[in-house]
């Protein structure tokens, strides 16, 4: 019996050591990125090439990430967050410029989305694009009335429908829908036009099926609803899973978004989370994750190595904008925006 | 003899439960009773009164009641069959009944809720199984019924297993005793079986509607997120608005409701028999 005892001691000595037998000679850095929004595989292959240990972690909303980020609780150094969030994080001094001369890898980014990227982020200090596209609709073809063109908005207000649509589950995402819908800016902050937005969002309510963040995806290719409000990326992998589905942009537009890499102020290994991001802007690495993903690259050098034509010159991962009226990009409302966002969002959740 | 350093060994606890359960309720407190620049205020602690505050609060009351209720009508008779006191009494049969019945609680809380999210969803398993049947398809995802459905799912053993306990300390002969000198089944039941166990019963609504009242995550899950109740409401002031003040102030509200029923359940339990699991 002692023997086995001693046994069984030795060999959980042999795991535990077989455990941290790794060791990461360039120390580690903190990721902190949306759910499912990179290819695991490249922060092995990152681990691998340069000797440091990848701590990752993943949020649902821009408005989950902040509050953890502001705290400090754990000390991240690289997140990516979207235009209208950065902008609030330079506002609250949570950012650092970063130095692109140690980001070469920074050159394959279109200058297009650097020009877009001037709204949030002014000179392009604190940012670094790595993802970016539109919201629109996604659609059942099977399960829409043949006579019906989806092409707006309004579609999500239709009562045929009811029960059958599924909405996005955070504040300006779903208030973009319904000022777009009435003709507004999704940035305004007049309370009239607020006001119209909410009782157009109350009114949508007992139509709506749920609302939803991440799972609008499975939902959808479950064939569990016919209409659901969905950032782009995700159009080509539902696509892939459900052939029924369908992705458009509403006529009265909508939101143009990016997401990119910024560095923490606090960041204690900057010079890591500068080798993270080159290394996520190298294009072979920016391709993987772009099929991964699928969420439009802005990294021009990857997406000339996609080798199917049919998803390079895809209107869903890169369309041409310059077709669609008022695409406009969120910008931060200051933190008494923010509160009269929240206030009348949770009015028409408490309806 | 007594030793007198036995109280040390109660060291351990009170390190964790002043480390884990004290400095956050003092927590708790200091951002309730604070606005977000540090001042003092019970702006946080009045908001409840807005219309959209207290009606996830009533919601959240109202909902926790009704599976409270429920669970009693199903746990009530599951306990008389589990305990000695059923017709089966002494049976072994009746340990794999208990064995069987917490056997789910051997999975994560959140993997069977969306597991329910999953069956009962208008195109899932069990609507497809309907089908097959020809039979009406069942429409309460996204609906209070299935945050009821959910709740009581869930919390049904935590009302189980306290009846169980009290229905078993009730001695077999007082029950012979009651049915010698007359009194019909109905009469033992109403005058010997549900005081004896009123015990178990106590803590058992508190250990169902305390859960219910504050959960956010099965009113997220099964309400699709249309339904506001009060725990809702707090975690997304922590989570989405980042505003810790007020969800810390709501926290204090539902905290008075949380002691209400534990005083309730002490002045019943004064020996705290039926908490015991």
Known sequence: ?????????????????????????????YVYNWGEYCDP???????????????????????????????????????????????????????????????????????????????????????????????????????????????????????KYANSILMQDSVRDAF??????????????????????????????PLVQAYVIDQVRDKMIGNEAALGVIYSGEAIYTQRENPDLEYVIPKEGTNVWIDSWVILKDAENVENAEKFINFMCRPDIALMNFEYITYSTPNDAAREL?????????????????????????????????????????????? | ??????KFLSAPY?????????????????????????????????????????KALWLA???????????ILLAYPLAMILSHIGENAGANKDKYMVFIFILPMWMNFLLRTIAWQTLLENDGVINSFLNLLHLPALRIINTPAAIVFGMVYNFLPFMVLPLVNALNKIDINVINAARDLGANSVQTFLRIILPLSLPGLISGITMVFIPSLTTFIVSDLLGGSKILLIGNVIEQEFTQYSNWNLGSGLSIVLMIFIIVSIVLSTIFDKDMEGTAI
């Open chain 2, 61 to 71: 009351l109202y909902l926790s009641l009704i599976s409270t209720a429920i669970c």
């Open chain 1, 306 to 351: 996609i080798e199917d034509e049919e998803i390079r010159n895809s209107e869903i991962a890169f369309p041409d904008l310059s077709q669609y009226n008022d695409l406009e990009t969120f910008i931060y409302l200051g933190d008494e925006g923010d509160e009269k966002y929240s206030e009348l969002w949770k009015k028409v959740k408490s309806e």
């Open chain 1, 176 to 205: 973009m829908v319904s000022l777009k819908l009435n003709g507004y800016s999704m940035n305004t902050l007049n309370d009239d036009e607020l006001e119209v937005a909410k009782d157009s969002l109350i009114e949508q309510k």
């Open chain 1, 41 to 159: 595989e490249t922060l092995e292959m990152f681990e691998e090439e340069y000797d440091i240990k990848v701590i990752y972690d993943e949020y649902e909303t821009n408005e989950i990430m902040y509050p953890k980020v502001e705290a400090g609780a754990v000390k991240y150094d690289v997140v990516c967050p979207s235009d209208y969030m950065i902008c609030k994080m330079i506002e609250h001094d949570l950012l650092q410029e970063i130095n692109f001369d140690n980001i070469p890898n920074s050159t394959n980014i279109g200058d297009q989305y650097y020009k877009m990227s001037e709204e949030f982020d002014p000179g392009n200090k604190y940012s670094v694009p790595y993802c970016w596209g539109t919201v629109g609709i996604l659609y059942n073809k099977t399960m829409i009335d043949p006579e019906d063109t989806v092409d707006s908005w309004s579609i999500l207000w239709d009562e």
């Open chain 2, 1 to 6: 003899m007594k030793n007198k350093y036995i």
């Open chain 1, 1 to 29: 019996m002692k023997k086995l005892m001693i046994g069984i001691l030795g060999l959980t000595c042999l795991f535990a050591l077989a455990g941290c037998s790794r060791t990461y000679a360039n120390g580690e850095v």
């Open chain 2, 14 to 54: 009170i390190i964790w439960a002043l480390i884990f359960i004290i400095v956050p309720l003092l927590m708790v407190f200091y951002y309730g009773f604070t606005d977000k620049s540090g001042a003092f205020t019970i702006s946080n602690i009045t908001a409840i009164a807005t219309h959209e505050h207290s």
